[in-house]
């Protein structure tokens, strides 16, 4: 499968993703890192995509989405943004919103 | 010129910010003293009204693509409307009233 292909069904078959270096467990980037607990600390599962395993997808992400940076965070098909959005999303209380209504949307749906 | 000062020139030119800060942060990283890879931004401008997070750092993007393609490695940025600054700077606590324990 192409690799723009392969973003875009992580991107649209996965309620909430973070295209991220390294893992939730084992992040091994510092915004990746961030990014990734603000993400767990909203309670629901995620999907993740270590863009350090898949290098077509390192390579390519950026293209995707016009967006040149990791980690990217993906909510119900949508580029919500980086490390920063997603920190101020937290704080604000909406990331917390948006993922329970992208996760619980999808169950109910599903 | 220095990635700094191109950071600093091309924001000034294209978004006319009221307020600019560009942090060099790469010596909090795994990168040789006087690096400058990574970089904190934090931006107040009129451009921003009645956009969302990710157009503005689209925008920002866009405005340092050939930076971020060629030199710079990580790009925190902090964007605000010249209101929502005036609300984020009311959030830093304001020091205590002195309460008189001096005794003078």
Known sequence: MDVMERIDQAVKNNAVVLFMKGTPQMPQCGFSSRAAQALMACGKEFAHVNVLMDPEIFENLPRYADWPTFPQLYINGELIGGCDITLELYQKGELQKMVAEAVDGQTAEG | ?104
Not at chain 2, 12 to 31: A, C, F, M, R, T
Not at chain 2, 32 to 38: K, R, Y
Not at chain 2, 52 to 69: F, G, K, T
């Open chain 2, 1 to 104: 010129m220095r990635i700094q000062n191109v950071i600093e020139s091309k924001l000034k030119q294209d978004l006319q910010p009221v307020y600019l800060e560009v942090i060099n942060e790469s010596g909090n990283h795994n990168v040789p003293p006087g690096s400058e890879s990574h970089f904190k931004v934090v931006i107040v401008s009129d451009a921003f009204m009645d956009k969302m997070p990710v157009a503005r750092h689209r925008m920002i993007n866009r405005i340092l693509a050939e930076e971020l393609q060629n030199s710079i490695h990580a790009l925190a940025l902090h964007t605000y409307t010249p209101t929502e600054w005036d609300e984020v700077s009311s959030h830093v606590p304001a020091s205590p009233p002195c309460q008189g324990g001096g005794n003078k």
